[in-house]
């Protein structure tokens, strides 16, 4: 099968790497050249992904038989008129659509299907903003629709922080559109991503969910399993299988809730092999989440997905700019027991840019915190030269 995979960061390269060990051809795309998931493909193509006219000229080109998305800034209406074409946008032109803009997903979520989120409105200026605040209460989260990574997002506080958070959403949104979501804040104890699996003709399965630590918008560490109840899991498998069938398509999504004192709180979802599913990359299931992504797209049955080891991910980040990025560590790294690490080999840096990750792992019996430690530790062996 031809693959058009649109975005080529770390986990566009795994999923390359999954299709190559069983022989499909993919053709990497990303907005600069050398990007970490082109370095392992069969083929490439630089373009502006927002530019539809853009997008268009390299389907028609290359005629893919799937569209396989790895970011959210893509021209997605285009994917619908794809999906008529009879190519396979995975895991499905709705799902990419949706998920590009915070209000299609959270009305999907909470309107539509009645799953619990944060109480949220929406805003188009800063005095809409001022009255959302009013109805959610403070503290609340503002966050651009068209954004991620945390981009343009804040917490207010207090009514001083009004006017600076719809300024930094403003500034922080991608697209063309300027309107934010505020919501109230979540007391959460723990969050995580339950990663979900869709298929054509097979149930959908669950992953051990996914705990995660996040700074600055990005994840810094995760781990799986996580801990939560039994009860809380069935409410978040309920609402993964609820959300992911509304959406559509086969594939792996990556679904992020909150567990708090009163029950599990939906967030948002990736239709898509999530970040923080990196740790799966340290063996800690019969298929790692690109596997799994790929299986579901190419119909390939999964008959079911084990938990074979606990194991914790942490960010390797750069901390200046650089167009010739090196390493040092790796042998320090090499050397612990249980330990495995990536370097993904962008051609250049920025701060907090990441740029690899150390994996960690051990019996299903051993205390998490302890292999999340390990994590932490190893991923400050590696120093990045500039
Ligand atoms: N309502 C909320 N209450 C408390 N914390 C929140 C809330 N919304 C977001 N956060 C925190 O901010 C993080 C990022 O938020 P969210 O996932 O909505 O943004 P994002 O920009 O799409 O992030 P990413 O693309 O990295 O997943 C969450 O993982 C959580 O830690
Ligand atoms: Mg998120």
Redesign the pocket.
Known sequence: MKILLLGSGELGKEFVIAAQRIGQTVIAVDSYENAPAMQVAHGFEVINMLDGDELDRIVAKHLPDFIVPEIEAIRTERFYDYEKQGITVVPSAKAANFTMNRKAIRDLAAKDLGLKT?NYRYATTAEELQKGVEVVGMP??V?PLM?????G?STIKTEADIEKAWNYAVDGSRGDVVEVIV????K?NS?ITLLTVTQNNNPTLFCAPIGHR?ER???QESWQPAQISDKDLYEAQDMAEKVTEALGGAGLFGV?F?LTDDGVYF??L?PRPH?TGMVTLAGTQNFNEFELHLRAILSLPISGITLEKAAASAVILASENSTNPTYKGLEKIAALAKTDFRIFGKPSSRPYRRMGVALTNDTLETPIEEIVERAKQAAALIEVQY
């Open positions: 944060a609340c989260v966050k954004s991620s990574s945390g981009k997002q919501e109230a804040f979540v959460f969050e996040q918008g990005d994840y992020e909150f967030s948002e990736s970040d």
